[in-house]
């Protein structure tokens, strides 16, 4: 009997793995996003889809870990200095986000003839947008620390601390709440602060020495059982005291966010969090009831769609107010027009007080779940129907008719070396590039770049290509080096055209493309380096510069070979720093061997005589 349980377990644990492993890539080939695969395969192989899982309630519980760690990640990113700048976002932004949204979505469920205090308890749950889908779509799109994913982080904040007086509330309008007393609300407030401030203690005094005495042992597993300690201590801590486990996991990430030993814990959590996160997005899949959403169909499609165009247009307007842009204003709410995870626990505390009953609760959960699911459809949606933003060329010259005798494409850092040799021998550079800010603060340092994009041909022919004596690649991107090479050689063959190149690959195919002479950008910075890291260790300059000579006539015969054979190809130039024996000299001798006795000499005419 434990046999076939154990192998029922291991049979629903690789269900779920191949679940994740299949569906995602499938969801990301298509456009869809990693989330809505996750989603997805929680239906299919949830209670209500094959039945793999008969409940999943078990696992959304430890899923919800991943949300945990998630924004104990979040808080490592953000120190207390810079989370003290948010505070006006936090609490400003914020409030008056969550305030809007909920009279707004306690009017919809007022207007379709609801109680009011079922009308609030519904809404509310939906103001609450879920943390992970929405944190996990500004990691893909690396907006975290930008301006706009810095506001919409704040907001998030706002809302994790909201679901405290949210719960009090639901215990204020419970049927039997004139049970509860002021003096036992009071109390409950007063444990959460006192869990709050004892986190804060602790972090401040207490988790550096531990992990510095830990660090002292040297065992890498107990600084890994270290970090989960922390972070689930933590949300466990904010739990028993009435508030949420991610905001416990966040407060321990701000205090340890200056610790030496920050990159340390991030590494640890990571695989963690990764999987974790995957996991709740199955689990909330699963918890999708098809019975329900089939018997309710039509008040759970309205109320969807409701919900989300009265919550999307409460944070449009509230964006608007605050002076946000009508791009980022339209970004964030349709972003967070979705409930959230809270909603459940929210709903779960209404229906246990006997505010709402079973049904409601499904129909609700249902509802969010659905909303979390149209979410990315919605932001693949609304990269359709938006326009692209323009870049304003106010103050900006677009290069036509250019005459210099050397065409610069490219003026980052790597371009404004490049150009330097030439304006001090006085020789007339033309400069283009395609991107507006760097071409205005290039004009504050005396730089006159004009706007141009060196990958079509027509800027080519108009920034004075055909005219130049030379042209310098210097973009920083490798598939447009190879393109704009590309276009000159074959527009322009006698033109002398000089490229940077981003790697070896890089390199290889600016060769194929014809240019006179290419450039890995980091190699002759490296060389230099590693000379001085040589002289550093005491080696004489003389033996340095051999030495480095004798790296780059290796790295050119490795080359050559790769030219002809491939990329793989010349591995014998290397030298490793496996234990092997190496054959031949690092470098070849300034000096022959000279025997320093007889039996050594006789040795040596033998082998010259052979």
Known sequence: MA???????????????AAGVIAVPIFKRMGLGSILGYLAAGVVIGPFGIGVFSESGAILHVAELGVVMFLFIIGLEMQPSRLWGLRREIFGLGALQVG???????????????????????????????????????????EIASPKGQRIVSVLLLEDLAIVPLLALIAFLAPGSADTSLSERLTEVGIGLAAIVGLVVAGRYLLNPFFRILADARAREVMTAAALLVVLGSALAMQLSGLSMAMGAFLAGVLLSESTFRHQLEADIEPFRGILLGL?????????????????????????????????????????????????ALERAVFMAQGGEFAFVLYSAAAAVGIIDGQANATLTAIVIISMVLTPLAIIALRYVTPRDEQSLDGVEVADGLTGSVLIIGFGRFGQIASQPLLLRGIDVSIIDNDVEMIQAAADFGFKVYYGDGTRLDILHAAGAGRARAVLICVDKADAAVRIAELIKAEFPLLTVLARAFDRGTALQLIRAGVDYQLRETFESALVFGGSALESLGVDPEDVAETIDDVRRRDTDRFETQLAEGIRAGQRFLRGNIGTPIPTPLSTPRRPGQALNEETAGVLHKSESD
Not at 106 to 123: D, L, N
Request: hydrophobic share 60%.
């Open 100 to 142: 809007v949204c909920a009279v707004l979505l306690t009017g919809v469920g007022m207007a379709g003839g609801f109680p009011i205090a079922q009308s609030f308890v519904a809404g509310a749950g939906f103001v609450l947008t879920s943390t992970a889908i929405v944190m996990q779509l500004l990691e893909e799109r690396g």
């Open 3 to 17: 046999v076939e349980t154990s192998g029922s377990d291991l049979i629903q644990v690789v269900a779920l793995l």
């Open 280 to 328: 709740f997005f199955l689990a909330v899949g699963m918890s999708l009831d098809l019975h329900v959403v089939a018997a309710n169909w039509r008040l759970i499609a309205v109320y969807v769609v409701a919900y989300m165009v009265m919550k999307g247009l409460g944070i449009y307007i509230v964006a608007r107010v605050l002076k946000s842009g009508h791009r980022e």
